[in-house]
């Protein structure tokens, strides 16, 4: 871990304890995500999800500092890509490294550049709202880019009279995970990167 993300680790992990001493409320994110229903990719396709990932944690304080909320969703990132991933490929591994000596023919890289939340007590809105910017790299097992792309996610929902802010919560990060499943899907191919590696990998498997 470089120092620049041990510090903003240390950051958020003290954060994380204030906000624990002064009673926040946690949000275990928790949702089901639909399986893709589309022709897997004849590749085998490497996956590491980093500590940043898989322990992302984004906290929010109201306005008078009376309401903390503390949304915890890398977990619930893990699970929609271990759904996806598996539909697009052939065969997917799981990595405790970036870097793969073989078995694979690319390593996938998601991380969490920003996490936006809007719940009805600060906007004063009817809905809860949640905006994710996502920083997704395809790599060579051997750690080289083959591709390096943005890609954003929104999900709403309405403030009901038996919603309460953590459901709200939960359930506008849900939605935003599944809009995140459903534009990955659709434009992973479309990467003009991307299209440009499977275009080699198909000329490479058909001189095979």
Same mark, same amino acid.
């Not at 503390?70 to 990132?77: A, D, E, M, R, W």
């Not at 390593?107 to 709202?129: G, H, N, W």
């Given at each position: 871990?470089?120092?620049?993300?041990?510090?903003?680790?240390?950051?958020?992990?003290?954060?994380?304890?204030?906000?624990?001493?002064?009673?926040?409320?946690?949000?275990?994110?928790?949702?089901?995500?639909?399986?893709?229903?589309?022709?897997?990719?004849?590749?085998?396709?490497?996956?590491?999800?980093?500590?940043?990932?898989?322990?992302?944690?984004?906290?929010?304080?109201?306005?008078?500092?009376?309401?903390?909320?503390?949304?915890?969703?890398?977990?619930?990132?893990?699970?929609?890509?271990?759904?996806?991933?598996?539909?697009?490929?052939?065969?997917?591994?799981?990595?405790?490294?970036?870097?793969?000596?073989?078995?694979?023919?690319?390593?996938?890289?998601?991380?969490?550049?920003?996490?936006?939340?809007?719940?009805?007590?600060?906007?004063?809105?009817?809905?809860?709202?949640?905006?994710?910017?996502?920083?997704?790299?395809? +790599?060579?097992?051997?750690? *080289?880019?083959?591709?390096?792309?943005?890609? @954003? =996610?929104?999900?709403? %929902?309405? #403030?009901?009279?038996?919603?309460?802010?953590?459901?709200?919560?939960?359930?506008?990060?849900?939605? +935003?995970?599944?809009?995140? *499943?459903?534009?990955?899907?659709?434009?992973? @191919? =479309?990467?003009?990167? %991307?299209? #440009?590696?499977?275009?080699?990998?198909?000329?490479?498997?058909?001189?095979?």
């Amino acid at each position: 871990m470089n120092l620049r993300s041990y510090t903003g680790a240390l950051l958020l992990a003290c954060a994380a304890l204030l906000l624990t001493a002064c009673g926040a409320t946690s949000v275990n994110v928790d949702g089901r995500y639909p399986t893709p229903n589309i022709a897997a990719m004849p590749l085998t396709l490497g996956v590491y999800y980093d500590e940043a990932f898989r322990e992302h944690q984004y906290i929010e304080v109201s306005d008078r500092g009376s309401d903390e909320y503390l949304v915890n969703s890398g977990q619930s990132h893990i699970e929609l890509f271990n759904t996806i991933l598996p539909a697009m490929f052939q065969q997917v591994v799981q990595m405790d490294s970036p870097t793969a000596d073989a078995g694979v023919d690319a390593v996938f890289i998601p991380s969490i550049d920003e996490f936006q939340l809007a719940i009805p007590a600060k906007t004063r809105l009817d809905s809860f709202e949640v905006w994710v910017r996502y920083n997704l790299r395809l +790599a060579t097992p051997q750690g *080289g880019t083959i591709a390096d792309w943005v890609l @954003t =996610a929104y999900g709403k %929902v309405p #403030d009901e009279t038996f919603r309460s802010t953590e459901r709200g919560i939960n359930d506008a990060t849900v939605a +935003a995970l599944r809009d995140l *499943g459903s534009n990955f899907t659709l434009s992973f @191919t =479309a990467v003009p990167e %991307v299209r #440009d590696w499977l275009r080699l990998q198909q000329q490479s498997t058909a001189l095979n």
